[in-house]
């Protein structure tokens, strides 16, 4: 039957087997184990394990062969790790100023490449402006039956709203101004299709035609009436369509 | 080898008695993080024994153990570094071991089943026994070698930190304060593990006979 010291003993055996125990707990329990064969017995269990298993374990036997090349392969391994390691290859960089260089190139390349991207955009940008805004200009030059003096040039400006506007100033209202005023409002919507400008070059054989009637008639206005410019009269000659194509966008 | 990191040593001082292992651990850890091949290798061949044998009694299985021992140096080197001294080097270098095989054998059991290993099949992984034996009788010798071959059995059945307590150490001998060291464990701890680790070892024998 187990007894109180037992427990203790016991309890502390495996520290003592292991050599793990002070002094004089050490000694206690020497002198416990030289009057107890049960935990003398204990004692022997578990030292039986331990020597079973160092007995097993081939401990003192010669090392595996495979380890010969242990080392080197070990610091191979880390010498391949490291050179692929970014400090190494920073470092390297240095080493080969090449590679400073093809840096600095790429990084130029790239710069000049947003630059002239960012300039493609921009311009882009101010055409489609320019175009919403100016399709192009309708010259109407008025020349003096006699050939003497300055001419009067009726400009339209091919852009909403704008071409009527300038004919106003343009034409004289001693000249009949109601009826110029429409053929005017007609001219100016055979110029504008859908509400934007239309392409003089784009126009059918038709419209062509209405246009030159058109400015025909507007040209008869001034053979039978004058012109009252500043410091006189001026009979009306002919009339010449001029058209300057400076935006391109809608085919002017 | 190039330079690994500066290491800032630590100022805990530890055990007069260990002060000469402690000094000579210092001074191979500056070589090795200072890039010196020679104090690699050194490294390497002084502990190679005892981190394949270490990996062998926890896996049971020499190829695995020759792939953990690779292992094992590769994660010292790679964090040599951060070693503080508060332990030895060679404590430090167990406690890899352990973590190591740890994991491998976790991963091993998700893949595979676990598997009985023969006395025959340890021994021969194992190599030939001890110098010692060779003096006792075929008997003895023969009664020796099945209490072992149970023994053995009985360990591969334990759990893995019962089982790599009792290989520290039964096998590698290590003091209390070594396996703390080792598992990163309180004192304590290792006194209470390797107790149940050695019941659980009796009741496993018990179950078998």
């Known amino acids: 039957m187990m007894t109180g010291p037992c427990r203790e003993v016991l309890r502390a055996l495996g520290a003592y087997a292991d050599d793990e125990l002070p002094g004089a707990a050490r000694l206690v329990i020497s002198g416990h184990l030289e009057t107890c064969d049960q935990?003398?017995?204990?004692?022997?269990?578990?030292?039986?394990?331990?020597?079973?298993?160092?007995?097993?374990?081939?401990?003192?036997?010669?090392?595996?062969?495979a380890l010969a090349g242990l080392a080197s392969g070990v610091t191979s391994r880390i010498h391949a790790e490291q050179a692929q390691s970014w400090p190494?290859?920073?470092?390297?960089?240095?080493?080969?100023?090449?590679?400073?260089?093809v840096g600095l190139g790429a990084m130029a390349g790239a710069l000049v490449t947003l630059v002239l991207a960012s300039a493609m955009v921009v311009s882009s940008v101010t055409q489609l402006t320019q175009m919403n805004a100016r399709a192009g200009t309708l010259?109407?030059?008025?020349?003096?039956?006699?050939?003497?003096?300055?001419?009067?040039?009726?400009?339209?400006?091919?852009?909403?709203?704008?071409?009527?506007?300038?004919?106003?100033?343009?034409?004289?209202?001693?000249?009949?101004?109601?009826?110029?005023?429409?053929?005017?409002?007609?001219?100016?919507?055979?110029?504008?299709?859908?509400g934007r400008p239309a392409s003089l070059v784009g126009l059918s054989r038709a419209d062509r035609e209405e246009i030159l009637a058109l400015l025909q008639e507007i040209a008869?206005?001034?053979?039978?009436?004058?012109?009252?410019?500043?410091?006189g009269l001026t009979n009306v000659s002919g009339i010449h369509l001029d058209v300057r194509t400076s935006v391109t966008a809608s085919g002017i | 080898m190039k330079p690994i990191r500066a290491v800032a040593w630590s100022q805990t001082s530890p055990a007069a008695e260990g002060q000469a292992e402690w000094a000579s651990d210092w001074a191979r850890v500056q070589e090795c993080v200072a890039g010196d091949d020679a104090a690699c290798t050194r490294l390497v061949t002084d502990h190679q024994r005892m981190v394949y044998q270490l990996s062998l009694h926890l896996l049971g299985d020499q190829q695995e153990a020759l792939d953990l021992s690779q292992e094992v140096f590769l994660r010292v080197f790679r964090t040599l570094g951060q070693f503080r001294g508060r332990s030895a080097l060679r404590t430090w270098i167990y406690r890899v071991v352990v973590t190591q095989a740890s994991n491998r054998r976790r991963w091993w059991r998700r893949r595979h089943q676990s598997q009985q290993v023969a006395l025959e099949q340890h021994v021969a992984q194992h190599g030939d026994l001890a110098d010692a034996r060779s003096f006792a009788k075929p008997d003895e010798v023969a009664e020796q070698r099945e209490t072992a071959h149970q023994v053995w059995t009985a360990l591969d059945r334990l759990p893995f930190d019962q089982r790599s307590i009792l290989v520290l150490r039964e096998i590698d001998g290590l003091s209390y304060e070594e396996i703390a060291g080792a598992l990163h464990v309180a004192v304590g701890t290792v006194k209470s593990r390797l107790a149940r680790a050695r019941e659980h070892l009796r009741e496993e024998l018990r179950a078998s006979s």
Not at chain 1, 52 to 61: I, V
Not at chain 1, 88 to 101: G, T
Not at chain 1, 180 to 191: F, I, M, Q
Not at chain 1, 220 to 229: C, G, M, Q, S, T
């Open chain 1, 39 to 65: 935990c003398a017995s204990e004692l022997g269990g578990l030292r039986g394990i331990g020597d079973a298993l160092r007995f097993g374990s081939g401990y003192n036997t010669a090392v595996n062969p």
């Open chain 1, 88 to 101: 190494a290859l920073w470092q390297k960089m240095f080493e080969d100023w090449h590679w400073v260089a």
């Open chain 1, 220 to 231: 008869d206005f001034r053979y039978v009436e004058p012109v009252r410019r500043p410091g």
């Open chain 1, 139 to 194: 010259y109407i030059i008025a020349l003096p039956e006699s050939g003497r003096g300055g001419g009067i040039m009726l400009e339209f400006e091919q852009s909403l709203g704008s071409a009527r506007t300038d004919a106003r100033l343009a034409v004289p209202a001693s000249i009949g101004w109601q009826a110029e005023r429409a053929l005017v409002s007609a001219l100016d919507e055979a110029l504008v299709r859908n």
